[in-house]
């Protein structure tokens, strides 16, 4: 196979392959096969995606949104919403984004003295209750 075939930057999917701990090493042959495997997956996956996008609004753009659908109904790209990227599990997404969120608000120093003024009117009304008990 010829370089000449393929779009995708080889040193870019060698890196992608030198991720998995037991091949470090790869052949020039495999590395220009697993290349233009990569290439015609996307190639598919964003044809079928644009294919989505056209009948769902006449859009030229491909959204997040088009590809869980494709993921969702095609046989053929289930794998794709099996993975556990945060993108492809928006409600994941949002969680964390609420995390972050929740994480922000409790460094805010607002709060923080908010919170301390509660939590003094919570042990003043303890305090007062118990008093009411004692004296009772």
């Known amino acids: 196979m010829s370089r000449k075939f393929i779009q995708l930057p080889t040193s870019r999917v060698r890196q ?14 495999a ?40 993921a969702t109904y095609i046989d053929k790209f289930h794998f794709i919403k099996d993975s556990k990227l945060p993108a492809l599990n928006p409600v994941k997404a949002e969680n964390d984004e609420l995390k972050r ?7 805010d120093k607002e709060f923080k003295e908010m919170e301390d003024q509660t939590k003094k009117e919570i042990e003043e009304e303890d305090n007062l209750s118990l008093e009411e008990l004692v004296i009772e």
Do not use: H, M, P, W
């Open 16 to 29: 992608v392959c030198a991720l998995d701990d037991q091949f470090k090493l790869i052949s020039k042959d």
């Open 31 to 70: 590395l220009l096969l697993i290349t233009k495997a990569t290439e015609l997956f996307v190639t598919d996956l964003a044809g079928t995606a644009g294919k989505v996008a056209k009948q769902q609004g006449n859009r030229k753009t491909i959204l997040l949104q088009d590809i869980i659908n494709v």
């Open 101 to 107: 969120n929740v994480a922000s608000l409790l460094e």
